[in-house]
């Protein structure tokens, strides 16, 4: 059973914060409105259409809102863990209509975002060990870079940083992997341009930002994929149905589709250098 979050073992010493999961992928935006829960949803459904069993885990700390975007009501939800009420396996729910499982979290609550270093350490823990009931665990990251975002980043094998063309994403990002470079982080970093009106286009604002990394930080953060701007992503968000449930057949869900696809054989190939260590 999972380990609560009480208060007698919240005063226990973290655990080494680069504990990961080698099937635990975040994601991650420097600022907000790139369209980052969008895409840990729609990722995650691609992924369960794929074959996979997964995990949506809502990680933006007091600023919640996946079962918004998806229309649900949890009657559990990350405040029950906080509060040592329940174990975090206890709060998973099934969405039935994506095919894979939730982690609600608990928007408006500010205490969530300021969490003990100890107590985010033991949340960690708990999502590691219930992320090998899964093939894959989808951490849907709080927008920026404060310290809860990076912690949770770093239990993850891989970020997929979402950016748009827009200068303050793109110096934001930029932040972001300048953060995870001083941490030691910077080789997990995969960059995904969101809401790009053209391959030409979305290129031109993945190489802006691999320009900045390598001039001022020597780091080349790969592209992990490029998402195409498409009008119907945003009537699926206010239908609060995904965009694979209700236009599964745009451009959007097959660049996502791809995505996941390169997402399945990352986890793969660390799950199996994992397994010789």
């Not at 997964?54 to 009657?75: E, Y």
């Amino acid at each position: 059973m999972a380990e609560m979050l009480t208060e007698e073992n919240a005063s226990k010493p973290a655990t080494p914060s680069f504990r990961r999961g080698p099937n635990m992928i975040a994601v991650a935006s420097g600022k907000g409105g790139v369209g980052k829960t969008w895409f840990s949803i729609t990722l995650s459904h691609a992924l369960a259409r794929e074959g996979k069993k997964v995990l949506l885990f809502d990680g933006d700390l007091g600023l919640a809102n996946i079962d918004v975007q998806l229309g649900l009501m949890p009657k559990r939800d990350l405040n029950d863990v906080i509060r040592g009420r329940l174990g975090l396996d206890k709060v998973i729910q099934e969405y039935e209509d994506g095919g894979f499982d939730i982690v609600a979290g608990r928007s408006g609550q500010a205490s969530l975002s300021a969490l003990p270093s100890q107590r985010l350490a033991l949340l960690r823990d708990q999502l590691i060990e219930v992320a090998k009931n899964y093939d894959a665990v989808i951490i849907d990251l709080g927008a920026g870079v404060e310290r809860n975002v990076r912690m949770l980043a770093a239990s993850a094998a891989q970020t997929l940083l979402v950016v748009t063309d827009e200068p303050t994403s793109l110096t934001d990002a930029y932040a972001f992997i300048k953060l995870g470079s001083a941490a030691g982080q910077s080789k997990n970093v995969g960059v995904v341009v969101n809401q790009a009106t053209s391959a030409v286009e979305g290129e031109k604002t993945y190489k802006t930002l691999l320009k900045a990394c390598q001039n001022f930080l020597r780091l080349t953060p790969p592209l992990a994929g490029m998402v195409r701007l498409d009008p119907r992503v945003k009537e699926t968000i206010r239908h609060q149905t995904p965009l694979l449930t209700r236009s599964p057949n745009t451009e959007a869900a097959e660049d996502v589709e791809k995505i996941a696809r390169r997402v399945i054989k990352s986890i793969a190939e660390t799950s199996k250098k994992a397994a010789q260590a």
